[in-house]
């Protein structure tokens, strides 16, 4: 995976001033100063690297460099050293640790696994308004969020347990009501497109019973043509008996004249009429075909619009999340387009056996594109488009047998 360019120089300049580091190593106190008195990157990671060899097992080291990085807007490369911090004796609860987990996974919309980060960090720090903040945030996905992934069984009371508890703090009302909009911009959109559903749906239901007035009436005329073209052979048989009668030939020519007029005149009445039912079918036929584009039309706007309905309510990637403030300010952090889809290798090897290999993060979230699938076929089926959803259901259970969505989708085919 190629990460960001930052990530490359932070591990190279550490790297490479490891062996100076080595020679001139400061005491404990002195290293955590020097980590507090860098000025960017480049040093920060120098003083991390001396302190680690000095102490590895000093929180205070760890909880400096952390510091340092969200001063400097780099709280993603604070995740391997959270991590660190985190893995120490009695450092399981560290709230700047665990607020700086917690952070990372919800900015990249694993919020459900990102809640019991949270929460710890805001007990730990119940006054950090970075921490009040997201507690406010969260509170509200937790009652209004479909996307639960993730989330304990315990997670909504862990975070209205901590949410009592700040209500009355600076920002937690602002922070909730930003989050509540979001829900309902996103609520509104997807109420906007479910409204048109219904137009579609009357549209097609038009459509198809159409479709029985047309075929009857198609029968009527193949009768129709059917007997105009029996008159006419029965017309044509007449008039060749007639002319190969035996006394015909002694007729003039105006009394043989005079005796197929009669038949002559069937046949040009058979072909007329035949004509005039030739000339409805071509009109029903057409209105058949518009009927055909009607229908197709309407299916194409029911999947279009169940389509934006589900990503209108998929994720919410219109919530704001804050790091933990450092020394009671906020730091506003380096914007990247797109969060990585893994954090990136530490900056510092973690202690003890694997030395010098990246801390690999392991990726618990479900497979949000199968989620997402499963409701498009649900939404097919309520609108009687049972062929897409068939499909989908059948992709579904072919690519991930023995998960959640494929037993429902199993269930699903076999009740329709």
Known sequence: MMYPHFFRLVVWVVVLSSGAAAMGQPGGGDAVAAIQRASNMSEAGK?????????RKNPQVYQAYISKLLELGQARVAVPAAEQLRKLDNQQDNALAAGVIGYNLASRHKIGEALPHLVRAAKGDPDNSGLIHNIATLSVWVARSDEKAGV????????????????????????????????DNRANAAKALQDKLPEYQDALNRANSEGSQLEARWGQLQTQWNTCDSNFRQAQQDLQRVISASGYSQLTPEQQLSSRRL?????????????????????????NIQRQQRIKKAQRDIEIATKAIEQAGKRDPVLEWKPPAVNGKMIAQTP???PPAAEPPAAVPPAGEGEGKAAAVPDGAPDAAVVAQLKRAKLFLANDMRAKAVKLLEEIIDKHPGTDAAKEAEELLNKR
């Open 47 to 55: 003083a991390y690297l001396a302190a680690l060899d000095a102490d």
């Open 263 to 287: 038949y002559e005149d069937r046949m040009r009445q058979a072909r007329s009429e035949a004509a005039r039912v030739d000339q409805e079918r071509n009109r029903v036929k057409a209105l």
């Open 336 to 338: 990247d387009a797109q």
């Open 152 to 183: 304990p069984n315990d997670g909504a009371a862990l975070v209205g347990e901590v949410s009592e508890q700040m209500k009355s703090k600076d920002g937690y009302e602002q922070a909730a009501a930003a989050a509540t909009a979001a829900f």
